[in-house]
């Protein structure tokens, strides 16, 4: 048997259905495989081995009683470690929720039980999913398959590197700026942020409410497609969960596979023509743009005049609504709690507890948003944040008038060294500055690899409207098919 | 602390002109809490009804209970109120060890109601108090501090937490300032929370027990001088648990502020708690700095837009406001309203009412509840309702009478059985062998035995004088401890005697 690791999840579920590997060789070759790569990777904060072998046998047992079962059964996964996991260690990457395990799973990770996917473990990223490198993980940066020495991108850069690394065929993300679709361009994966409300919040610990969503990272379009289908869906439990039916993201990879655009309207946003991008980046995104029309597609030039100000508003939003959802790590509950020794007051241990276990973006963060949001300030920051908002969102309705989808390079930069940027968080905030439009939009967008720079991978963004998530996969595949998937150096 | 002269109420009134405001909080009887599943049963064990949205737990997202969302909007539309198209839930930000988020899902800018009045009776004079808003928020949980000894924190060694408040709806009424009632402000506020308590309860939505915390009181009170066209900076008691209290707090906080002024100093705008015991009003922490609540849209919820067709179903279908309905119960049972308030002020309207919807006439119903029962309840100090007697029960006692078979003082020791539990009145009064004796053979000998013992009576009945029979009733009466039935008693004697009746 050739290395399971190498297979996508598409032709893994295909090997156990017909029963040529169990499903627990299948989760032992990619235990295997982390225990080999992840010291020096450092995708994974926790393995669950236990539960993954359990659940492998699981669906052999199902299977060989002759159940019917979905289409990625006995298929591993990675989830980034800021959905809740029952009984499973939950952290978010940050201190001050260190060894703490939920009584309760996330939607997603319902979903992810009930359809038979065997889950690895939890990933690594930067704390509370603020930052855009992973070195903001309280416990230790993840490090790129490509270049060891380089950031896998971030928050999600755990998720992304663990299948770079064929830790894992699938991972789940999630994207508050670009948080899967970031990393997955740096590490030539595939990264893909569903229609916000597409999939459920339920069990996501918030970072930014009304942007956070979790989607799926794979190595081809079509595993992307297949974990999209699993996880995506209303959920009765989530208020911003749209009761709409999913699109068929399948069957829209299976026919964009066939290399045929014809008839379809790309859009190429005018602000995002080149500056501040790297030469190489914006080459390889040209070559992209070029093999599109190639492929019958029509270009179409599109002014998106207000795109330029989303990352400020980006930059007011995310962190007010963090400052408030981070409230409840005050020590009382659960997690971390310090200074609890009797000699300090109730204001005083929450302190404490506070300073020891957040990080330094997040504090950076919360400072932020509470000055955003005060009295007196609120107006001319928050308010004034939401009118961009409002804005950008009528730059997307109207380019969709004209266009099915909009692409973009997924980032200005290659995977860039180790602390060239921690120093100057304006320079880090620049990763996303491709990727936090749709954010505010709230549709869906992915991230699919385009071509190397300096031996490093360049993704290309396609955003589409809101529920028309089966568009960008339909492109994203069919760009796929000519540039192929890229293979990193062996590790 | 100083010692201070307070002055005395019509003293205050008579220079002092106040502006009263209510913000009554009323916890939902809607059986899940607001943003979950969990159940809300009060005085369950602690952190027995909690679940991962209740306790704010990471990741954990709230869901609207869509009944909360219909009481609210039924409340309003009682009270009035215009119905928002379009609302949404705020978060109001501020730290509380009891609060699982550190934020309350609240209403801000946007309340489901606003714009509504209430009209309150008091002394025979109708005043209008406008009310601003009702508003859907979330219940925190509660605090107890053990190891001191008082309760409070000061003192305690640890402090719990029981949660299983946290997340219940909870309604917010908050009237617009209420100026001009002068010395009858504490009246106003007091009419005013109890028109309010008595729609909720006609509402069916809350048990609006104040002595339970299911209907809280925020009193905001202010002066200015007679004559002064400008409020005065007003002062905010939290909590007020009675109506009662509603009523003490507001005068105790004229008086306090009237002494304030008159030494020339200024009331500093602050919270306020009402001592029960002493009946005086004293200030809360002091705030270095106004709270920041740093209000901003939730985004966890989707904006609320009540259907326009379902608020008017919703308001068509309102009941009969307490008032009207008393209005007219007072027609239907021929009271006088110096009555009808007698009715009122015991708690005894529902209980009257279903009394006579089991069979009893009005006078008979009114009767048992505003002697007997009303007498009970307030020798125990408990609410009419809670006495032990059910208006079923009263319906039954009254119709043993009306039939004959018990009379006055024999059906007031059947009730005695009814209050202790023995059971129902026709139970009791077989068991406890209290039915009228009206058989002429079992009376006879009693009636014979009477006359033997009181000649001369006897013989002025036999002259004629006819009412000097309710001296031999009563003889008979006592030997037979009261069953006999006092109308075939007289007619015995007097034809034994041979007199005409």
């Known amino acids: ?491 | 602390m100083t010692t201070t002269v307070l002055p005395p109420y019509d003293d205050v009134v008579a220079r002092y002109e106040p502006v009263i405001g209510l913000e009554t909080h009323v916890e939902l009887g809607t059986n899940t809490k607001m943003f979950c599943g969990c159940p809300t049963e009060f005085g369950a064990e602690p952190n027995t009804q909690v679940c991962p949205v209740c306790l704010g737990l990471p990741g954990a997202l709230p869901a609207p209970n869509r009944a909360a969302i219909e009481a609210t909007i039924r409340i309003g539309l009682a009270l009035n109120c215009s119905i928002a198209e379009w609302c949404r839930f705020a978060r109001k930000n501020y730290f509380y060890p009891d609060m699982p988020k550190n934020f309350q899902t609240s209403q801000y800018d946007e309340p489901l109601c606003v714009d509504g009045y209430l009209d309150v009776e008091v002394d025979g004079e109708m005043v209008r108090v406008e009310i601003e808003r009702v508003h859907l928020e979330e219940d925190t949980g509660k605090t107890l501090h053990v190891g001191g000894a008082t309760g409070r924190i000061h003192g305690a060694t640890e402090s719990l937490v029981d949660y299983n408040r946290a997340g219940i709806p909870l309604v917010e009424i908050v009237t617009k300032p209420i100026p001009g009632t002068g010395a009858k402000a504490p009246l106003v506020a007091r009419a005013y929370v109890t028109e309010l308590r008595d729609i909720i309860r006609s509402l069916d939505v809350s048990d609006v027990r104040m002595e339970q915390g299911s209907m809280r009181c925020d009193v905001n009170t202010s002066l200015s001088p007679a004559g002064s066209t400008e409020w005065g900076t007003r002062t905010e008691t939290k909590n007020v648990n009675s109506l009662r209290s509603v009523e003490r707090a507001v005068r105790a906080e004229m008086i306090r502020q009237a002494s304030v002024l008159d030494s020339g100093e200024r009331i500093f705008q602050e919270t306020r708690h009402f001592q029960e015991d002493t009946g005086d009003t004293r200030p809360g922490r002091s705030k270095e700095e106004a709270t920041d609540y740093r209000y901003f849209p939730e985004p966890d919820l989707v904006p609320m837009a009540p259907d326009a067709a379902w608020v008017a179903e919703l308001k068509a279908a309102l009941p009969e406001p307490p008032r009207v309905h008393r209005k007219r119960l007072q027609e239907e049972w021929g009271l006088t309203d110096l009555d009808m308030q007698s009715v009122v002020n015991a708690g005894a309207v529902e209980l009257i009412e279903a009394t006579i919807a089991a069979g009893a006439t009005a006078a008979g119903a009114r009767k048992w509840w505003l002697g007997e029962l009303a007498r009970r309840a307030n020798e125990e100090g408990i609410e009419l309702s809670a006495v032990g007697a059910t208006p079923a029960q009263v319906a039954e006692l009254q119709q043993l009478v009306d039939e004959g078979k018990l009379n006055d003082k024999l059906a007031r020791a059947v009730l005695e059985g009814v209050v202790a539990g023995e059971g129902s009145p026709r139970e009791i009064m077989t068991a406890r062998g209290l039915g009228v004796v009206s058989d002429t053979g079992a009376l006879t000998a009693a009636v014979d035995e009477a006359i033997a013992a009181n000649p001369d009576i006897a013989a002025k009945i036999r002259d004629g004088k006819v009412a000097a029979a309710g001296a031999l009733v009563g003889a008979v009466m006592k030997t037979t401890r009261g069953q006999a039935d006092a109308k075939t008693v007289r007619e015995l004697i007097l034809s034994r005697l041979g007199a005409q009746g």
């Open chain 1, 1 to 491: 048997m050739s290395d399971l690791t190498r297979l996508t999840a598409a032709e893994l579920a295909a090997t156990i259905a017909s029963g040529d590997v169990s499903a627990v060789e299948v989760a032992q070759a990619h235990l295997d495989r982390i225990a080999a790569v992840d010291e020096r990777v450092h995708a994974f904060l926790h393995v669950d081995t236990e539960g993954a072998l359990a659940a492998a046998r699981d669906v052999d047992a199902r299977r060989a009683a002759g159940e019917e079962l979905g289409p990625l059964a006995g298929v591993p996964v990675a989830v980034k470690d800021v959905l809740a996991t029952k009984g499973v260690p939950t952290t978010a990457a940050s201190k001050i929720l260190e060894g703490w395990r939920p009584p309760y799973d996330a939607t997603i990770v319902e979903r992810l039980r009930a359809a038979g996917t065997v889950m690895l473990g939890k990933t690594n990223m930067d704390e509370f999913a603020m930052g855009s490198s992973t070195e903001y993980s309280a416990y230790g940066p993840t490090n790129n398959p490509w270049d060891l020495g380089r950031i896998p991108g971030g928050s999600g850069g755990g998720s992304a590197a663990a299948i770079a690394a064929y830790e894992a065929p699938l991972a789940i993300g999630t994207d508050t700026g670009g948080s899967i679709r970031q990393p997955g361009a740096v590490t030539g994966t595939v990264g893909a942020k569903p229609t916000y409300g597409g999939t459920s919040r339920y069990g996501l610990i918030a970072f930014s409410s009304s942007l956070d969503t979790p989607g799926p990272c794979a190595r081809t379009v079509h595993d992307a497609a297949l974990l999209h289908s699993v996880i995506a869906g209303h959920d009765p439990r989530d208020s911003t969960s749209i009761p709409q039916p999913v699109p068929d993201v399948v069957a829209a990879a299976r026919l964009g596979a066939t290399g045929d655009l014809t008839g379809v309207r790309i859009g190429l946003v005018t602000e995002f023509g080149g500056e501040g991008a790297e030469p190489g980046v914006m080459a390889a995104y040209r070559d992209s743009v070029e093999a599109l029309t190639k492929l019958g597609a029509e270009i179409v030039e599109i002014s998106c005049p207000h795109f330029q100000y989303a990352l400020p508003a980006y930059y007011l939003i995310a962190p007010s609504e963090a400052s408030s959802n981070l409230a409840r790590f005050d020590g009382v509950r659960f997690g971390l709690r310090t200074g609890d020794d009797g000699s300090h007051s109730l204001e005083e241990v929450m302190s404490l507890t506070r300073e020891a276990g957040f990080g330094p973006e997040v504090k950076r963060r919360i400072i932020l948003g509470t000055y955003a949001l005060s009295s007196g300030y609120y107006d001319a920051y928050y308010g004034q944040a939401q009118k961009v908002r409002t804005l950008i969102t009528r730059d997307f309705t109207s380019a969709f008038e004209q266009v099915d989808v909009l692409v973009s390079p997924t980032t200005p930069f290659v995977a860039f060294p180790f602390g060239s940027r921690t120093g100057d968080p304006y320079q880090m905030y620049l990763a996303d500055l491709f990727t936090i439009p749709t954010n505010l939009y709230g549709g869906p967008a992915i991230s699919v690899p385009c071509g190397l720079s300096e031996g490093l991978p360049v993704g290309l963004q396609i955003m589409a409207p809101t529920m028309a998530d089966d568009r960008m996969y339909r492109v994203a595949a069919a760009l796929e098919s000519t540039v192929g998937v890229l293979t990193p150096p062996a590790l």
